[in-house]
């Protein structure tokens, strides 16, 4: 879940990731206060390639 609010500091969500993963967005909620759910899941690796 997303929400639009500037905290200036705090943890890294993803810290410690060792490679990149490509993701592509499945599914968007969006509400009336501004915030959004977001559901996103891996590319395959075949697609990425451009197979």
Do not use: K, N, Y
Not at 30 to 43: C, E, I, K, M, W
């Amino acid at each position: 879940m997303v929400h639009p609010v500037l905290a200036g500091r705090g943890p890294t969500l993803l810290a410690g990731l060792r490679e990149r993963i490509q993701l592509e967005l499945v599914a968007r909620h969006d509400f009336r206060s501004g915030a959004s759910v977001l559901r996103f899941r891996p590319v395959r690796a075949a697609l990425q390639q451009g197979f």
